[in-house]
């Protein structure tokens, strides 16, 4: 089949590089967002999947909407028969989604309808599924609520991140997406509808819903930490400034490691040697790295020594 490709950061090329790499399909253009600024020099950046299709010679599509008149017309020309997505970033609308005579199949990194939207991955995390996984739907109008051709599983370890799950999911999913043209274009495989029950959201999680309650008990904090790894980043407030941090561990048996510490409250610091304790609703937390605000990251013991801490300071 002729594919058009829809995709913008680096979770999605594993898939781009699978179905280069098909005898099956032709990738003739990709579509991704427009270059962005960034780094500290605020320098402007081609996404990852159009530096991957430009270093294979194919055609790239930067549309700023994918309803733009000229952006649709060229879509026509190319004439695909189906437009495999993951990860792009933005709306198609029925103007776009009309045009490839497959569609559009798009690869969510969730088990629908279960986590519907853009941070699957980090609700699970967040939520403490055991299981989560991959999924290749047709696109229709209604968010991520079309027709499922395809899942793949994946267990969700109890120390994960949201990065390390994605990276694994980034993997299977894209011979799962490979598998699924296969199918659609030998016409062995037909989507079925989703269930009507398990249906859940997963709205982007920003900056603010990534601060720690730390009146909550050491498993919910772990599961947000966890869930917020690498982006957009778990913090708390020390001294009045952001404190970034890093993997947590919940530490039940804290009195053995710092002998002669007493009940911590939440967001009360002690420490022994290398070892930062924080103390959340239920039991401490055991801290790892983390990064002070316009700091490079550094481990919890070195950032201790750093701002000699005082009995009493905790975080907020």
Known sequence: MRLVFAGTPETALPSLRALLASPRHEVVAVVT????QSGRGRKVHSSPVAELAE???VEVLRPAKAGAPEFLARLKEIEPDCCPVVAYGALL???????PRFGWINLHFSLLPAWRGAAPVQHAVLHGDPITGAATFQIVKELDAGPV???????????????????????????????????VQDGT???????SDGISYAPKIDVMDARVDWTAPAMRVDRLVRACTPAPGAWAEFRGQRLKLGPIQPAPDAPALVPGMGELSPGQIAVAKNTVLVGTASHPVLLGEVQPQGKRQMTAGEWARGVRLAAGDRLD
């Open 93 to 99: 609308p029925q103007s776009a989604l009309d045009i």
């Open 149 to 183: 051709y395809g899942v793949v599983t994946e267990e969700i370890r109890p120390t994960d991140t949201s990065g390390e799950l994605l990276a694994r999911l980034a993997e299977s999913g894209a011979g799962l997406l490979a598998a699924t043209l296969d199918g």
């Open 55 to 57: 270093s294979a010679g």
């Open 33 to 36: 967002r427009p270059d962005s």
């Open 189 to 195: 495989l037909e989507a079925r509808p989703q269930l």
